[in-house]
């Protein structure tokens, strides 16, 4: 017998039975379903974390103050002075910018339309550092900054809830009871770590005007620093990052690292470490998903061997006739590898239908069902067929014609 009409035999057999294939499959199509769906959200979570740091650039060295953390001079705030001696210090040669900023609390209002956004006072290369560009008007300059002025750039959210949809530029706003004039509006923020509602003034009006952030000696208080590194090769970020540490451990009378009063990390640190977290709970929810497989394969042997039982005499006259202990074998192993199979591919179909509605429930990620997991989902339905058919197929492949012959 060949295997053509080895495989026409064993769809007759599964097609006579279809409630019974349908409710052996259940347990596959469900596993494969989760499997195959868990990784394809996983992947798109992955990819969207990668795009939203793509814009900081693995090359700018983020430096923050550290929380709760008591020393013996005593926790020291980021300064401007901290800032701009950066780059006449040793950490300068690997260095190409410096920008801080400085976070203030407050509320927009336009008449009695308001908002309550992150304000934020950046420097005039904010812009440059972030890849954070105007949809219109202008960014804030360096006069702005020597000026102390009262201009403010909107982001289009804040901008929508005050003036709808009309032209915001050259219109003023309210913060803090203050009068702003609006010079520009940001384009949407696609960069992990920065809320979509930012609005943002020069970093001295919100030292001076906005809040009283002096410091004696060191200039103004700041939020951040954001260093760029002349170079994106890992050797110059680590090494610069060291240098930072050496600068600003120097300039705050700190001699124990792990007593430091800030933190200095790169954008591609954060991104790792996001995905790595997010791999790790792929597999573990995969993991779980795939415990359906596992009884879905108990599933497809249990039906096996009734299968075989029920046609004992069938395998008893097959192999009176001359049929091959190996053709009996591979007639159920067939039958099995078919029933996972069928399980796995509308298991796949399941699982593009539940992309389909996480992609309208999360719009901002691009959800797309991927090779990778389609491939995985009919390489472990074959598994399963294989591994769960193996005994039924060999125990009916092994029975004697004559007692097979008079089982009743």
Same mark, same amino acid.
């Given at each position: 017998?060949?295997? &053509?009409?080895?495989?026409?035999?064993?769809?007759?057999?599964? %097609?006579?039975?279809?409630?019974?294939?349908?409710?052996?499959?259940?347990?596959?199509?469900?596993?494969?379903?989760?499997?195959?769906?868990?990784?394809?959200?996983?992947?798109?979570?992955?990819?969207?974390?990668?795009?939203?740091?793509?814009?900081?650039?693995?090359?700018?060295?983020?430096?923050?103050?550290?929380?709760?953390?008591?020393?013996?001079?005593?926790?020291?705030?980021?300064?401007?002075?901290?800032?701009?001696? #950066?780059?006449?210090?040793?950490?300068?040669?690997?260095?190409?910018?410096?920008?801080? %900023?400085?976070?203030?609390? $407050?509320?927009? @209002?336009? $008449?009695?339309?308001?908002?309550?956004?992150?304000?934020?006072?950046?420097?005039?290369?904010?812009?440059?550092?972030?890849?954070?560009?105007?949809? @219109?008007?202008?960014? =804030?300059?360096?006069?702005?900054?020597?000026?102390?002025?009262?201009?403010?750039?909107?982001?289009?959210?804040?901008?929508?809830?005050?003036?709808?949809?009309?032209?915001?530029?050259?219109?003023?706003?309210?913060?803090?009871?203050?009068?702003?004039?609006?010079?520009?509006?940001?384009?949407?923020?696609?960069?992990?770590?920065?809320?979509?509602?930012?609005?943002?003034?020069?970093?001295?009006?919100?030292?001076?005007?906005?809040?009283?952030?002096?410091?004696?000696?060191? $200039?103004?208080?700041?939020?951040?620093?954001?260093?760029?590194?002349?170079?994106?090769?890992?050797?110059? =970020?680590?090494?610069?990052?060291?240098?930072?540490?050496?600068?600003?451990?120097?300039?705050? $009378?700190?001699?124990?690292?792990?007593?430091?009063?800030?933190?200095?990390?790169?954008?591609?640190? =954060?991104?790792?470490? #996001?995905?790595?977290? !997010?791999?790790? &709970?792929?597999?573990?929810?995969?993991?779980?998903?795939?415990?359906?497989? !596992?009884?879905?394969?108990? %599933?497809?042997?249990?039906?096996?061997?009734?299968?075989?039982?029920?046609?004992?005499?069938?395998?008893?006259?097959?192999?009176?006739?001359?049929?091959?202990?190996?053709?009996?074998?591979?007639?159920?192993?067939?039958?099995?590898?078919? &029933? /996972?199979?069928?399980?796995?591919?509308?298991?796949?179909?399941?699982?593009?239908?539940?992309? &389909? =509605? /996480?992609?309208?429930?999360?719009?901002?990620?691009?959800?797309?069902?991927?090779?990778?997991?389609?491939?995985?989902?009919?390489?472990?339905?074959?598994?399963?067929?294989?591994?769960?058919?193996?005994?039924? /197929?060999?125990?009916?492949?092994?029975?004697?014609?004559?007692?097979?012959?008079?089982?009743?």
């Amino acid at each position: 017998m060949n295997l &053509l009409e080895t495989f026409r035999i064993a769809l007759t057999a599964l %097609g006579t039975n279809r409630l019974r294939v349908l409710l052996t499959t259940l347990g596959i199509m469900i596993g494969v379903a989760s499997v195959v769906s868990l990784m394809s959200l996983g992947g798109s979570l992955q990819t969207y974390v990668t795009n939203q740091f793509a814009g900081l650039g693995v090359d700018v060295l983020q430096i923050s103050a550290a929380l709760n953390r008591n020393t013996a001079t005593g926790t020291q705030p980021l300064t401007t002075a901290d800032a701009e001696g #950066l780059l006449a210090s040793s950490a300068g040669q690997y260095l190409s910018n410096i920008a801080y %900023g400085y976070n203030v609390q $407050g509320t927009v @209002s336009v $008449g009695s339309n308001s908002s309550s956004p992150s304000i934020q006072g950046v420097t005039a290369n904010y812009s440059e550092l972030n890849n954070w560009i105007t949809a @219109s008007g202008t960014f =804030i300059s360096q006069k702005n900054i020597d000026e102390s002025a009262r201009v403010v750039l909107l982001d289009q959210t804040t901008a929508t809830d005050l003036f709808s949809t009309a032209d915001p530029v050259g219109q003023t706003v309210l913060i803090s009871e203050q009068v702003f004039t609006v010079i520009g509006v940001m384009e949407t923020r696609s960069t992990t770590g920065f809320s979509n509602q930012t609005v943002l003034i020069p970093v001295t009006t919100a030292q001076t005007r906005l809040a009283n952030a002096h410091v004696a000696g060191k $200039g103004y208080r700041v939020s951040s620093i954001q260093a760029k590194v002349k170079s994106t090769d890992s050797t110059d =970020i680590t090494a610069a990052t060291k240098a930072i540490k050496a600068y600003l451990m120097d300039a705050h $009378g700190i001699t124990d690292s792990t007593a430091a009063d800030f933190n200095v990390f790169s954008t591609a640190t =954060i991104q790792n470490s #996001l995905t790595s977290t !997010l791999n790790t &709970l792929t597999l573990f929810l995969s993991a779980i998903a795939g415990i359906s497989l !596992l009884v879905g394969g108990i %599933g497809v042997m249990n039906i096996m061997l009734v299968s075989v039982t029920e046609r004992t005499r069938e395998i008893g006259l097959r192999k009176a006739v001359g049929a091959q202990a190996s053709t009996i074998l591979s007639q159920f192993l067939i039958e099995s590898v078919l &029933l /996972a199979l069928l399980g796995g591919i509308v298991g796949i179909l399941l699982g593009e239908v539940v992309l &389909l =509605i /996480a992609g309208r429930l999360a719009s901002q990620l691009t959800i797309a069902l991927t090779l990778n997991s389609v491939i995985l989902a009919t390489g472990i339905s074959s598994l399963i067929g294989i591994v769960s058919g193996m005994y039924p /197929a060999y125990r009916a492949a092994t029975m004697r014609p004559i007692e097979a012959l008079r089982f009743e």
